[in-house]
């Protein structure tokens, strides 16, 4: 059967591979790839090809969610993992739905309550249901007293470098991608605060070991310099946060940055401080716990880590009532006022670095030949104002070659 073929034109085209855009670009699509882009000018000659005016809208690739929680509920931040299984499978269909059409057309997990992040996984791929393309994790692995450490279906814990190569085992049984892993904590448990290490470092490097062997991907939530530098020395993939750094973990991070990338989930503080009262807590509380420390912190983390060319994602801890799905594009905002980026600079944070979180070859998150056709006609223009990407009215989604 012949594979359809798109022409969308009068477009400006925003690749990803560099901060510039096409101002008359087109787009060829043929299936599902990206067969050609470039100036409308200099477009090939294409026989039965379907043609769409774009107006003049921005063109650019689909996002990447890097710290995504599609089975939380938007529930309080200190109950999300107090739900059925079968609450959090109906919550994980409507999320992965609503993250998609919010123009990010690729994930990756950094937890998930029980295994429905590989089932989402397999629905979005076989088109039962609406989502992200999914690199999938199971739940968050923690040691005794560590912060996962807690009733419910959001964690694995175990004590011991074999104990830890076991759930390792389980996880790659349960077939996830990601595994996720605690290596400190949160201001708010005084059982495992941020900057305490949870893991001895024969249990961390057991755990990436094995899991490296299986071919899978190593998360951590890493607050700490301290944390961070475990899970470097472990050989862990994806660092999350990363805020408290000293110089010798930023030259670490640096040293590693062809190899790793760090997502700083800032949603989660700063939304805790901008909404606190809504829950019951007051802002003297969220200061006193050092919240309003640590965005400032992460804000001079974040720049040192921009300049030396780490790789930065977007992905805030979405999910949580404070800081609900769908809000996912908030993060671009924060990477722009913040971390002092350009909109082109936040918007590639969330295209091509995340695309290639994804998938390392990097058919995700840019504009090219040969690249998978997702993504995002924008009725705007984010390059001046970058929180037009969470008007999801001023967006359309292809995914796959597909309109969602």
Same mark, same amino acid.
């Given at each position: 059967m012949a594979q359809r073929k798109l022409v969308l034109r009068n477009a400006r085209v925003f690749t990803a591979l560099d901060h510039s855009v096409l101002d008359r670009g087109a787009v060829l699509?043929?299936?599902?790839?990206?067969?050609?882009?470039?100036?409308?000018?200099?477009?090939?000659?294409?026989?039965?090809?379907?043609?769409?005016?774009?107006?003049?809208?921005?063109?650019?690739?689909g996002m990447t969610e890097c710290h995504a929680h599609l089975s939380f509920s938007d529930a309080s931040p200190f109950s999300i993992g107090n739900v059925g299984v079968e609450t959090a499978t109906i919550t994980a269909v409507r999320n992965a739905e609503l993250m998609?059409?919010?123009?990010?057309? !690729?994930?990756?997990?950094?937890?998930? %309550? @029980?295994?429905? =992040?590989? #089932? /989402?996984?397999?629905?979005?791929?076989?088109?039962?249901i609406k989502g992200p393309r999914l690199l999938a994790a199971g739940r968050d692995v923690g040691t005794t007293a560590s912060n996962v450490d807690s009733p419910g279906g959001l964690s694995q814990i175990a004590d011991g470098p074999w104990a830890l190569r076991q759930v390792v085992r389980e996880q790659r049984k349960a077939l996830v991608d990601v595994v996720k892993i605690f290596v400190d904590g949160e201001n708010?448990?005084?059982?495992?605060?941020?900057?305490?290490?949870?893991?001895?470092?024969d249990e961390i490097a057991a755990i990436v070991d094995e899991a490296h062997r299986?071919?899978?991907?190593v998360a951590t939530h890493s607050r700490s310099a301290a944390a961070v530098?475990?899970?470097?020395?472990?050989? !862990?993939?994806?660092?999350?946060?990363? %805020? @408290?750094?000293? =110089?010798? #973990? /930023?030259?670490?991070?640096?040293?590693?940055r062809d190899r790793v990338f760090v997502g700083p989930a800032l949603a989660w503080e700063v939304r805790y401080?901008?909404?606190?009262?809504?829950?019951?807590?007051?802002?003297?509380?969220?200061?006193?716990?050092?919240?309003?420390?640590?965005?400032?912190?992460?804000?001079?983390?974040m720049r040192k880590l921009h300049a030396r060319g780490v790789r930065l994602v977007v992905g805030g801890d979405y999910?949580?009532?404070?800081?609900?799905?769908?809000?996912?594009?908030?993060?671009?905002?924060?990477?722009?006022?913040?971390?002092?980026?350009?909109?082109?600079?936040?918007?590639?944070?969330?295209?091509?670095?995340?695309?290639?979180m994804y998938d390392a070859t990097g058919r995700v998150g840019t504009l090219a030949k040969g690249h998978l056709a997702d993504l995002v006609i924008v009725d705007g223009d984010p390059l001046a104002d970058v929180r037009v990407l969470q008007a999801r009215e001023r967006l359309t989604v292809m995914q796959d070659g597909e309109w969602i």
């Open positions: 699509i043929q299936g599902n790839e990206i067969e050609w882009v470039g100036a409308e000018s200099a477009l090939p000659a294409v026989a039965d090809a379907e043609v769409m005016d774009v107006g003049g809208r921005f063109v650019m690739p998609v059409r919010s123009g990010f057309t !690729a994930a990756v997990s950094f937890g998930s %309550n @029980y295994r429905i =992040d590989v #089932a /989402i996984r397999e629905a979005v791929k076989s088109r039962r708010v448990n005084p059982v495992a605060p941020a900057g305490e290490l949870t893991f001895h470092d299986r071919g899978l991907k530098k475990q899970a470097l020395r472990a050989g !862990a993939d994806f660092i999350g946060h990363a %805020n @408290y750094l000293d =110089d010798e #973990a /930023i030259d670490m991070l640096a040293a590693a401080l901008s909404e606190c009262e809504s829950i019951g807590i007051s802002r003297d509380t969220v200061v006193a716990q050092g919240y309003e420390r640590e965005v400032e912190v992460t804000r001079v983390t999910g949580i009532g404070i800081a609900p799905h769908g809000t996912y594009a908030r993060d671009l905002e924060y990477f722009v006022d913040l971390f002092d980026m350009s909109p082109a600079e936040a918007i590639v944070c969330a295209t091509r670095n995340g695309g290639l």
